[in-house]
């Protein structure tokens, strides 16, 4: 597994060096270098976004909950609300935080499927 | 009106609309029968979603767990919200992409192997089956209790109705069935929940009201007079939890991962038109879900209150007539042990096992039971699966509430059986026939084959409910716990990492499911005594033991595929493929 990343990374590095060229150079047809930027773009949103996902159920709803009840949120006990409320609110909140940022890195690596007509233009 | 004629109505009325919308939405190929055509809207995608999600369980037994565990009961609150984040983020635009008609389907397909498939069949029937008893019962407890006919009647009903659309229609009328189904179940959830949020808090939004203050002048807060009430009768405070906080943090786990490799929700992203379509659907559902979800911990506490507050330190005579009405179906029992003529409400279970009764009454009215009594002081069984349908009554909410209530139980029973068992049947008719043992199928015979299998299915699950097997609380564990250590890791391997092979996946498969199975299989069966945190793996229960499948699947599948051939190019483009929502090609440098 490991040998293969690597021979994947060094091919990204030899084409940084013209990111723009490749990308233009036919218009359905995705260079590796790109569908590796694209991939990359969306595991970095997807890092943040389970991070906060984690944070706000398994930490603050249950591994800190005992500590946040001496606070208290709406007049609930704050671990209480977290676990049996917030959460949920939460939850809710990322992923339509996910759609649209997905949505932007879609557009900007050219592959949205959202219009037709703009979908392979770039 | 009389209780009973409005079920009838209301029943009746949604009953036909169910029918009407089955007939208009009749399935003609088998894109429509395993995926209605791959064009439905995201915003109805999400609404029968939350309804193919939202089960009996969720919408008959949820509130009442929560009113008896507590504090404990935001496992299933976070567990079977928290899973849609996953799902959204991980599987479901990929699977959309992928674009096939089963669970199985991308199984077979990225691990390039009938084996992988079949686990995979194997998997998905288990955990169907499974979750279909309960349904059945939850149908049976409506119809017997609302309206007075026999159990098995009231399934068979059932059955004829789904049968109906889900034959006809398939997946596309079962889609917009759903739809409207979840409009039926979530009114009826809302409407008493409001009403009894006011009546105790004063407030509209059962959300704030039960973090607010009693209405009854007391000016205490509505938790902290929970907490107060259940201490003097000797149970602990109901903001405070009994379970170690490992094991809640497992149970939660497991039922999230389990809540995105549950096969009937994940197929339910197959049928709309896009990739994009796909995330935004999963976040209506969510939506959907969680007016119901952040409500039912709403609802809990406020029955908790009622109910004691009702019944404690009463005489039979003086107790509502729920209490007395469900009595006769053996959902509750009293039994007067210190012959005081008035019932003890306290902690403990008043007698061993469910309610044996005699056949005759005492002189207070009351059935007698045969049950050996226990040695503490409580007198009242209750099951947890009557709150949220006696809690109009307990709040004595007027009779069209109640009857609202029964259509929204059946409408989430019958909205979770039906895409249940459209997954059944599409894994028989196109994963076992079409795609392992007979290729030749023409579609007009796979869908032929479709349909009788969601008859088989059907009777199969009728019979369950008929005759319920004694098992079914205890194998809810492993509908969760098996999702959560097989399905969802090979999948969700199958879209991040190129490198996972099929030998990988199908160890990893296999190792989480023995251990899961092995695990739940010897604390609820074969050592049952032996069933508590001293005995457990870790201090984590049969419940959440899927968690740790889970993470052995991954370690067992990593280990595995690093030490065999890395899959053929034709499935690491497909990978490649899956990976962007339009389909581009990608430009290899070899």
Known sequence: MADKDETDTVHHHDNQDNPIGHSTHDADVMSETRLGDYWRANLRLLGWLLSVWFIFSFGLGIVFADTLDSFTILGFPMGFWFAQQGGIYVFVILIFVYVVRMRNIDKAFGVSDEDSGTGDAL | ?590
């Open chain 2, 1 to 590: 009106m009389s209780v009973q004629a409005l079920t009838y109505v209301f029943v009746g009325l949604t009953f036909s609309l169910y029918i009407v919308i089955a007939i208009w939405a009749r399935a003609r190929s088998t894109t429509d029968f395993y995926v209605a055509g791959g064009g439905v809207n995201p915003v109805i995608n999400g609404m029968a979603t939350a309804a193919d999600w939202m089960s009996a369980a969720s919408f008959i037994s949820m509130a009442g767990i929560i009113a008896f565990m507590g504090r404990d009961g935001s496992v299933y609150l976070l567990g079977w919200t928290g899973g849609y984040v996953l799902l959204a983020l991980l599987l479901a635009p990929y699977l959309r992409k992928f674009g096939q008609f089963t669970v199985p389907d991308f199984v077979g397909e990225r691990y390039y192997s009938k084996a992988a498939r079949v686990v995979a069949v194997i998997c998905l029937i288990f955990i169907s089956f499974t979750y279909i008893a309960g349904q059945m019962r939850g149908v049976g407890i409506v119809f017997s209790r609302f309206l007075e006919v026999d159990i098995s009647v009231g399934v068979l009903i059932g059955m004829g109705i789904v049968f109906i659309y889900a034959v006809l229609g398939g997946m596309k009328g079962i889609t917009y069935t759903q739809a409207a189904q979840y409009c039926v179940l979530i009114f009826a959830y809302m409407v008493p929940a409001i009403f009894i949020s006011i009546l105790v808090s004063g407030s509209p939004i059962p959300q704030l009201g039960f973090g607010g203050t009693m209405a009854d002048g007391s000016e205490r807060a509505v938790l902290e007079t929970l907490d107060g009430v259940l201490m003097e009768l000797g149970f602990g405070a109901y903001t405070a939890g009994n379970k170690s906080t490992i094991d809640v943090f497992a149970i939660t786990a497991a039922l999230m991962i389990g809540t995105a490799g549950l096969p009937h929700v994940i197929v339910r992203f197959f049928t709309v038109p896009k990739v994009s379509d796909a995330r935004r659907s999963a976040g209506w559902a969510l939506v959907f879900i969680a007016i119901l979800y952040t409500t039912a911990p709403a609802v809990a506490v406020f029955a908790r209150l009622n109910f004691v507050e009702s019944i404690n330190e009463q005489t039979y005579a003086e107790t509502p007539a729920w209490f007395r009405n469900w009595e006769d179906i053996g959902l509750t029992a009293w039994r007067d042990k210190n012959e005081d003529g008035r019932l003890q409400y306290r902690a403990g279970a008043a007698f061993a096992g469910t309610p044996a009764f005699t056949g005759t009454r005492s002189d207070t009215g009351e059935r007698l039971l045969s049950n050996g009594v226990t040695s503490n002081a409580n007198e009242v069984y209750v099951d947890r699966d009557i709150i949220v349908l006696a809690n109009p009554e307990i709040a004595g909410l007027p009779n069209w509430v109640i009857a609202l209530v029964a259509a929204g139980g059946l409408a989430a029973a019958l909205s979770t059986a039906a895409g249940l068992l459209l997954v059944i049947s599409a894994a028989v008719s196109h994963d076992l026939l079409k795609k392992t043992f007979s290729p030749n199928l023409s579609e007009k015979q796979e869908l032929l084959y479709a349909r009788i299998a969601i008859a088989v299915s059907l009777g199969l699950a009728g019979l369950f409910g008929i005759y319920p097997p004694a098992f079914v609380a205890q194998v809810v564990a492993f509908a969760f716990g098996l999702a959560a250590a097989s399905l969802f890791p090979a999948i969700l391997m199958g879209v991040f990492s190129k490198r996972m092979n099929k030998e990988g996946a199908i160890a990893g498969m296999l190792t989480g499911l023995a251990l899961t199975f092995s695990y739940i299989v010897y604390f609820k069966f074969v050592s049952p005594n032996l069933n508590t945190a001293e005995y457990w793996l870790l201090g984590i229960s049969p419940e959440g033991i899927g968690f740790i499948g889970a993470l052995l699947n991954f370690a067992v599948a990593a280990l595995v595929a690093s030490y065999t051939a890395a899959p053929p190019d034709s499935v690491q483009a497909l990978v490649d493929d899956i990976r962007l929502p339009i389909s581009a090609g990608v430009a290899h440098h070899h």
